[in-house]
């Protein structure tokens, strides 16, 4: 049987998107108690506050949306806990309605992320202790921060004063932030410090201030268009250190920005693809020692180029490295996605001797550190494989015509939660974040490239592009099975069908007519082949033809 094909495609993309049906919940003002997946998606409709003395806890799986400019302040205390396979989600609308920030407001108690997902936000979380003597902390583990366009993580202390007698009043911020992962956003951590200064009777004056004392360990920060760690002194900050520890940096602007009199010490981390790897001002003494630095194309700003980006020393490895034992090869990632160091790196108990590696996966070969994000003992969290969505399939190169709907399709496998986003040649498609991309009455102007990015808590992956065509119409191509039939003018016939010609047939009733001439055609309304999406008929239909009315 000669088959016809024809370019023009009427329908692609098959596939059917099936999102959980359930309770939802909407929530505006003050909140507090459990939060569970039985009233999930929590959708807010207004800025919510948990108030001074009330707690909140969220359970695993939970999913909280937040409008557009939106803000969650927390004056209580909030545990927001989920688990490695169900985290709890903090998102916007869609990908472009950025809502404002999760607000900690210094309590006396201190919140917990762990097992998180925050995007779509200016800042993700922004912790903030105004005059007050007291230190604010917070424990944020093992969270996911994406598309937060000022910074994943912001914090302020800012110092006071009392009323009269006038004493200083010095708040400092020390969150415990670690195995965290800062992602296709501004900045990863920015830090703002600052005081008061006031008169005193007699011409007299003094200061307050404030000041922050954390370490980051073992994050992540990939694609970021700012820095991964910033610190912002004000007029009148304490000089604080920062510890950055284990931490892996890839294609970000700049890795450390530490500005005098904030002091960041880098130890243990890898910084490749970055316009600047580590900048200081000032006369800070941000010791940089034990890291691996490629590709980026400053690795050092306002240090001693003497003890800094020299290799004319060896380390323990054998390899090249400057006096800070900080070398310059490649780091060798095993996957792109989770950045596990590959068996041969260089970065493998290249790390300090004062940090030990503790948990083999994901730790390598002995005791020694390894340089990244995979390194030293808070390292027993992360991921032990290479865990990346993978897609299985997507739509091909496809057509269709004015006015009709098109629809592209991507099925991926990996450890869920995975989230979708659509590009249209190169750009974000707002709100398309399904797994199924639906195009309504497509006109011209929507043909050319398209591709989805499908991501989870380990990172991400992207399509191959697929092309649309558009055109101005559609037409349908298809072979039908025709009888000619011949019998007796008047009589009245039966059309009939099997596709199985066994000992006891089953017929089954196609149509009946009465003959007006000695001939007659029939024609099989189903077709033998459906040119438009390849789906053949039976493969194998036989025919008969009765006297009398069918059955």
């Not at 900048?279 to 890291?291: D, E, I, W, Y």
């Not at 994901?362 to 027993?380: E, Q």
């Not at 979708?420 to 639906?438: E, H, K, M, V």
Request: aromatic letters at 10%; hydrophobic letters at 35%.
């Amino acid at each position: 049987m000669a088959l016809l094909t024809h370019a023009l495609i009427v329908f692609f993309g098959c596939g059917v998107a099936c999102l959980p049906c359930g309770a939802q919940t909407s929530i505006i003002g003050p909140v507090s108690g459990t939060w569970t997946t039985n009233g999930s998606p929590y959708i807010f409709s207004g800025d919510c506050t948990v108030p001074t003395g009330q707690n909140l806890i969220i359970q695993p799986g939970v999913v909280i949306i937040i409008g557009p400019g939106l803000s969650f302040s927390i004056n209580g205390r909030l545990q927001a806990v989920g688990e490695t396979n169900r985290p709890i989600i903090f998102r916007g609308a869609n990908s472009a309605a950025y809502w404002n920030q999760i607000r900690l407001n210094y309590s006396g108690v201190a919140s917990t992320f762990r097992y998180c997902a925050i995007s779509d936000a200016t800042n993700g979380l922004f912790l903030s202790i105004i005059a007050v003597n007291a230190t604010m902390t917070a424990e944020i583990e093992n969270c996911r921060f994406a598309n937060c366009i000022g910074s994943g993580i912001a914090g302020q202390a800012i110092g006071g004063w009392t009323g009269f007698p006038y004493a200083p009043l010095q708040p400092y911020l020390s969150p415990q932030i670690a195995n965290c992962v800062f992602v296709n956003g501004r900045n990863g951590v920015t830090a703002t410090a600052d005081g008061q200064r006031i008169q005193f009777g007699g011409g007299g004056a003094g200061n307050s201030y404030g000041g922050f004392h954390f370490t980051l360990r073992n994050c992540r920060f990939i694609d970021l268009a700012g820095a991964a760690v910033e610190t912002v002194p004000g007029s009148y900050p304490a000089s604080s250190p920062v510890g950055f520890a284990n931490n892996t940096v890839v294609r970000c602007r700049t890795g450390v920005l530490a500005r005098d009199p904030f002091d960041v010490d880098c130890t243990n981390n890898i910084f490749t693809g970055a316009a600047e790897a580590v900048r200081r001002t000032g006369s800070l003494s941000a010791q940089v020692f034990n890291n691996c630095l490629f590709q980026n194309e400053t690795n050092f700003t306002g240090y001693n180029n003497t003890t800094y980006g020299n290799a004319i020393f060896q380390n323990r490895n054998g390899d090249p490295c400057d006096a800070g034992f900080n070398i310059f090869l490649p780091p060798q990632f095993e996957c792109a996605d989770t950045l596990l160091l590959a068996a041969g790196s260089p970065c493998i108990d290249a790390g300090s001797a004062l940090i030990s590696d503790v948990c083999f996966p994901p730790s390598l070969r002995s005791t020694f550190s390894d340089m990244g994000a995979f390194g030293g003992p808070d390292a027993c969290t992360g991921p032990l494989q290479c865990q990346e969505p993978k897609i299985i399939s997507s739509s091909a190169q496809t057509a269709t015509c004015v006015g009709m709907t098109a629809m592209l399709s991507v099925t991926a496998t990996g450890p869920g939660p995975l989230t979708y986003q659509w590009y249209f040649n190169g750009l974000p498609l707002s709100g398309q974040t399904n797994a199924i991309l639906s195009l309504v009455n497509v006109q011209t102007n929507n043909a050319g490239s398209y591709r989805v990015t499908v991501a989870n808590s380990a990172g991400s992956t992207t399509s191959d592009p697929v092309t649309l065509i558009v055109g101005a119409a559609c037409y349908s191509l298809a072979l039908y099975p025709g009888l000619s039939i011949s019998g007796q003018v008047g009589k009245t016939y039966c059309v009939q069908y099997t596709t199985n010609l066994s000992a006891n047939p089953v017929w089954l009733s196609l149509t009946n007519f009465t003959l007006t001439t000695p001939d007659y055609f029939y024609r099989d309304p189903r077709p033998a082949r459906n040119c438009d999406d390849g789906v053949f008929g039976q493969p194998m239909v036989y025919y008969r033809v009765v006297e009398g009315a069918c059955p």
